[in-house]
């Protein structure tokens, strides 16, 4: 088997697990040449044969950054509610280029915004700050969405509608 089969077999291998990027593909390729383990027979990876193992990805259509994009959006979106923002930057973190991700975000129609997001995130935490006092409701849930990505105006807002939904606290 030559270099670009293997490392053509070890990137199938590595998108079984879940959808890549390319860059995380270029990643994981590099990282196996510079071990310079079996894969490559001791050898560094042309960059050549890289670049031909993401063409025939592409080509067989197991590699496609806007598949990608919108994949890891409903995923987030669904497990743990984040911002827009939030999700831009792990996108980008990810090499997936500000073109696509901007395209996913238009193309998504059933997009939630940013205060449904934050609503939804805050849902059931909500319940255990009940009786507590109101600072300490927007320090603790205030940060909570912080960490998620959402800005201190949507938080605010999701906070106060979701007492005023829930709990007829209208202080």
Do not use: C
Not at 75 to 98: H, I, N
């Amino acid at each position: 088997m030559d270099l670009f089969e293997k490392y053509y077999t070890l990137s199938l291998k590595y998108l079984q697990m879940r959808q890549r990027s390319e860059k995380e593909i270029v990643a994981y390729l590099m990282k196996k040449s510079a071990k310079g383990g079996s894969a490559s027979g001791g050898k560094k990876t042309p960059d050549d044969t890289i670049l031909r193992v993401l063409a025939k990805l592409k080509e067989n259509k197991f590699l496609d950054d806007g598949l990608f994009a919108k994949m890891w959006i409903e995923g987030r979106t669904r497990a743990k509610p984040r911002s827009k923002w939030l999700l831009t930057r792990e996108l980008k973190e990810k090499g997936v280029s500000e073109e696509i991700i901007e395209n996913i975000f238009l193309a998504t129609t059933e997009m939630k915004s940013d205060l449904s997001l934050a609503k939804e995130a805050i849902g059931k935490r909500i319940l255990k700050h009940r009786e507590h006092p109101r600072t300490e409701i927007y320090q603790k849930i205030g940060g909570f969405l912080a960490r998620r990505g959402f800005d201190w105006e949507t938080s605010k807002r999701a906070i106060d509608d979701l007492l005023k939904e829930r709990y007829n606290n209208s202080e």
